[in-house]
């Protein structure tokens, strides 16, 4: 069974601080990796998606990476703002399995 | 409309009513799942359509849970004989392929 686990639960930082948010899974046999952010009250919103065959994907002062077989992937904040602050969900779409797995979250608090 | 939406968006009810909730996919996008996310838990799969194939229920909770979708767009998720415990955020996704799914608002439902 998948399962995902994101460290730290949360995270609270000065404005322009770079930071890295950690994704693990149990299972390598993934499809794909994807990193949503969650405001309070509102649904999720996709990132950036890893396919299982690419290693990173950037986005703005976003970037990913992904290293399937050590079961880890990052995300990369660069240069953050107040209003970066949210929930980062990573979630796993499993090989044979069309359901994505998500972690609990990191709750991201970037202080002006 | 360009993403997944969702009604109504907030729903309190008394248990032991049944309850409705509507998903509007991305238009093309074949595959639509119901997801919940609960206070203090993680995102839950409920149930997954792909075109025409039979859906995959793996994840409803019981059997006062069931969805269908029509004309293999829109889909209804109902929740008969609403308990206490039903009581979070109803979140459905849409995708096309393993191209990542993309989220609507959800619903907020409250059982008093």
């Known amino acids: 069974k998948q399962e995902v686990t994101q460290i730290p639960a949360a995270l609270s930082v000065p404005e322009g601080e770079n930071l890295v948010l950690n994704c693990s899974f149990t299972d390598s046999a993934i499809y794909n990796l994807q990193w949503f952010r969650q405001d309070p009250g509102k649904g999720l919103t996709s990132l950036l998606l890893?396919?299982?065959?690419?290693r990173e994907q950037t986005s703005g002062r976003l970037n990913a990476s992904l290293d399937k077989s050590s079961g880890r992937s990052t995300l990369y904040i660069a240069a953050s703002q107040p209003g970066d602050s949210a929930t980062y969900l990573c979630a796993v779409l499993g090989g044979g399995s069309e359901k994505l797995v998500f972690g609990k979250g990191t709750k991201l608090t970037v202080n002006p | 409309g360009a993403g997944v939406s969702q009604s109504p968006s907030n729903k309190v009810t008394e248990k032991g009513k049944d309850v409705e909730l509507r998903c509007d996919p991305i238009s093309g996008h074949t595959a639509l799942y119901w997801y919940r996310q609960s206070l203090g838990q993680g995102l839950e799969f409920l149930i997954y359509?792909?075109?025409?194939?039979?859906?995959?229920k793996s994840g409803l909770p019981s059997d006062r849970f069931s969805a269908e979708r029509t004309g293999g767009s829109v889909s209804t998720l109902t929740i008969q004989r609403t308990q206490q415990e039903d009581s979070a955020v109803y979140l459905c996704?849409?995708?096309?392929?393993?191209?990542?799914?993309?989220f609507g608002p959800g619903t907020r439902l409250t059982v008093l």
């Open positions: 890893i396919q299982s065959s690419q």
């Open positions: 996704a849409s995708s096309l392929g393993v191209l990542g799914q993309f």
């Open positions: 359509f792909q075109g025409n194939s039979a859906p995959d």
